[in-house]
Structures are given as C-alpha cells and as structure tokens.
Nanobody, 123 residues
Framework: QAQLVQSGGGLVQAGGSLSISCAASGRTFTTGWFRQVPGKERIFVAAISRSNSTYYADSVKGRFTISRDSAKNTMYLQMNSLEPEDTAVYYC????????????????????WGQGSQVTVSS
C-alpha cells in the first residue's frame, strides 16, 4: 500500500512557473498527475510509465514536464508558461501496474492518490 504526499504549488502570475512534487512511501510503477476545477471532473494532465515513457494532455504539452527520481521515489511536475486556465487542484496518483499511451490517462487505473495541491494562476 503506497502513500503519496504532495508539496509545492501556490500562486503565480500568468506566464510564470511552478513545480509540484509527490513523494511515495511505497512502490508505484506508473505515476501521473490529474487536476480538478470546482464543479468539474478531474482530468488527466501527465503520466510517466514504468519504462519512463511520458504522456501529456494536449492542453499542457510543451509547457509541463513530468519527471521521476527513482532513488528518492519522488515524482515532479514542472509547469512553465502557466495560464489562468491551469488554475486547479493538482493530484498525483500511482498504481503498481503497466499502462499504454491511452490507458495511462484513465484515472480509474490509479490506486493511490496524493492529498492535492492548489495551483492558482492570476491574469
């Protein structure tokens, strides 16, 4: 049973950068980031597979970077060129399995979730 603890996030002006980290206490092979705006469904942002393949939502491609430090069992989301539309609560998630380019986007696969980090981008 893995536990995920997030840190980072905050408030930034449009065009700025923020990063979020997610430290796992257990073993998760596939990890991802999702975000949720109040009143809307949680949606996929990015994922990194066991083979270190990375996948991104079209809305963040080229601006966000997902990475993992296996030695520290920590995952990161670097967010650049932030836009007000990126404002949301960001959740890291993980599961002890494999996924494909399509299935990595399915939050139903993810067994473990972080507590959420607020990211607010002002215009």
């Amino acid at each position: 049973q893995a536990q995920l603890v997030q840190s980072g996030g905050g408030l930034v002006q449009a065009g700025g950068s923020l990063s979020i980290s997610c430290a796992a206490s257990g073993r998760t092979f596939t990890t991802g980031w999702f975000r949720q705006v109040p009143g809307k469904e949680r949606i996929f942002v990015a994922a990194i597979s066991r083979s270190n393949s990375t996948y991104y939502a079209d809305s963040v491609k080229g601006r966000f970077t997902i990475s993992r430090d296996s030695a520290k069992n920590t995952m990161y989301l670097q967010m650049n060129s932030l836009e007000p539309e990126d404002t949301a609560v960001y959740y890291c998630a993980g599961f002890s399995g494999f996924c494909t380019r399509l299935s990595c986007r399915d939050q139903r696969l993810y067994q473990f979730w972080g507590q959420g980090s607020q990211v607010t981008v002002s215009s």
